[in-house]
C-alpha cells in the first residue's frame, strides 16, 4: 500500500475514478485523459490531475493516462491489492441486499460473515455464508473480519459497534440512522439515507418553485 499521505478529500474521490477507470477497461480503451475522467466522475481535470499527482502519477502529454496501470495505482493506494474481509452485521432488506452484492468481492472486498441476533435468521444462508448469532463475532473459528457494515436499527447500532471493535474490526461503515462513537484509531464512515433523501427532496422543491416561477421581464 502506498505510504505517502494522501489528503482525505482525494481519498474520497479515488474510489470514483477507479470505477470510472473499471468501465473505460470493459470498453477496451487503453488510454485516458484527465479532462475525460473529470468528466465522468463529475469533478474538474485539475481537480483530477492533482489528486493522481499524489499517487506520483502524471500521465503523458498527448496521451493521458495508462488505464490499467492507473487502476492498479488507485487500487495499491486504496489498500485493494490485497483483500479485506467485510461483515455485516443485521439481515434486514438492507444487509440481505449488501451481502448479495457481488460488485463488493469483484473491488477486493469480499463479504466473509453476515450476523444477526433473530433466531428465525440465525442459520439461514445468504449468498453460500451461513447467518451466524451475533454472540458468534469474535468466538474461536468465527470468521474475522478488518470492515464491518452495520444495518441494525438505531437503538441496537452502538451495542454492535462496541462489539465489533472489541473483536478486533478497525473500520465501520454505519447505515443505522443514529451516530456511533468508537476509540481512536477506529474509523467509522456514515450513510444516512433518510438524510441523503431529504437534501433530495430540498433540490426537488427548489427546482420544482423555479420552474413554477413565472418569467418576468
Not at 88 to 98: E, K, P, S
Amino acid at each position: 500500500m502506498i505510504t505517502r499521505h494522501i489528503p482525505d478529500a482525494t481519498v474520497g474521490r479515488l474510489p470514483l475514478y477507479l470505477r470510472v477507470l473499471a468501465g473505460l477497461a470493459g470498453a477496451g480503451e487503453a488510454n485516458v485523459s484527465s479532462e475525460q475522467l473529470a468528466h465522468m466522475s463529475g469533478v474538474n481535470a485539475a481537480k483530477v490531475r492533482k489528486d493522481l499527482s499524489h499517487l506520483g502519477s502524471y500521465g503523458t502529454r498527448g496521451v493521458g493516462y495508462d488505464v490499467d496501470y492507473l487502476r492498479f495505482e488507485i487500487s495499491t493506494a486504496l489498500g485493494l491489492a490485497d483483500e479485506s474481509a467485510v461483515a455485516i452485521v443485521g439481515m434486514g432488506n438492507l444487509g440481505r441486499a449488501l451481502a448479495n452484492h457481488s460488485g463488493f468481492r469483484d473491488r477486493g472486498l469480499p463479504v466473509t460473515a453476515v450476523f444477526d441476533i433473530d433466531p428465525e435468521k440465525v442459520g439461514q444462508s445468504i449468498d453460500g455464508l451461513t447467518v451466524r448469532h451475533l454472540d458468534d463475532l469474535g468466538s474461536p473459528g468465527a470468521p474475522t473480519a478488518s470492515i464491518a457494515v452495520i444495518t441494525t436499527p438505531a437503538s441496537v447500532a452502538q451495542d454492535v459497534a462496541d462489539r465489533l471493535v472489541e473483536a478486533g474490526t478497525r473500520a465501520i461503515l454505519n447505515f443505522a440512522p443514529a451516530v456511533i462513537s468508537v476509540p481512536e484509531g477506529v474509523t467509522v464512515r456514515q450513510v444516512d439515507l433518510t438524510l441523503e433523501l431529504q437534501v433530495l427532496n430540498f433540490y426537488e422543491q427548489q427546482a420544482s418553485a423555479a420552474s413554477a416561477t413565472p418569467y418576468e421581464g
